[in-house]
């Protein structure tokens, strides 16, 4: 059998404002300008744009935005990427919650939801992962098969190794075994459901669209016993 799997996968989790940057009264700009904008997303329009020296308050964030106060008290929502060189009133690097760049590596654990092909079957498919290093990852899934002439569920737990973890984009592979139940739909004749062991070997890319998002796109090779 052979299974198709694309996969969205959560990176990392949603974090509040950490100490080092809710104790940070006052920050000054390093980048040549701030972007103000109405709410926390590039949907929302600039009201101010706030330049290179000027010094700002940190009010609170919102997954990757962060509220700031101007001198004049103009309130706006900023992106945590234009932030993260600004500096404290004593020259110190701000901190700021969340997954920076660093969150590729420093994080645990993912969850996924993908959808794929199983010999013809379409599949939906819920994960977890655990990362035990960089570079070296466990991983759990459920998968509900729904074909033309039969459906089933399909449960498999394994093990994979991400060979650039560093990099926005990485080849892996895996390994693992489990389960599969499969139900035919037949009508006229008699049948009978079966369950069987199953074991996998798989390669696959995954790549950030942000620090805490990635795609997955996975070929998985199956034997079922």
């Not at 020296?53 to 962060?66: P, Y």
């Not at 977890?128 to 466990?138: A, C, I, N, P, T």
Request: with cysteine; hydrophobic share 40%.
């Amino acid at each position: 059998f052979r299974f198709l799997l694309t996969v969205f996968c959560l990176a990392a989790t949603l974090a509040p404002m950490g100490a080092g940057a809710a104790d940070a009264e006052a920050v000054v700009v390093q980048d040549p300008y701030l972007d103000l904008r109405s709410g926390p997303g590039r949907g929302f329009p600039v009201t101010q744009v706030v330049d290179r020296g000027a010094s700002v308050q940190l009010l609170r964030q919102r997954t990757d935005w962060i509220k700031v106060r101007t001198d004049r008290e103009n309130e706006g929502w900023v992106h945590r990427t234009q932030l993260e060189r600004t500096l404290t009133g004593d020259g110190a690097e701000v901190r700021l919650a969340g997954p920076g760049a660093d969150a590729r590596t420093r994080h645990r654990w993912e969850a996924s939801l993908g959808a794929g092909d199983f010999d013809g079957a379409d599949v939906v498919t819920v994960s977890v992962s655990y990362l035990l290093s960089e570079s070296l990852f466990v991983r759990t899934d459920v998968s509900q098969l729904l074909g033309e002439y039969s459906n089933g569920w399909l449960g498999t737990a394994g093990i994979g190794h991400i060979f650039m973890p560093q990099r926005r984009i990485s080849p892996f592979v895996a390994i693992g075994g489990g389960v599969v139940y499969v139900e035919p739909k037949a009508t006229l004749v008699r049948t009978s459901d079966r369950t069987n062991g199953t074991a996998y070997a798989g390669a696959g890319l995954r790549g950030y669209l942000t620090n805490r998002f990635l795609l997955q796109a996975q070929y998985r090779q199956f034997l079922v016993f």
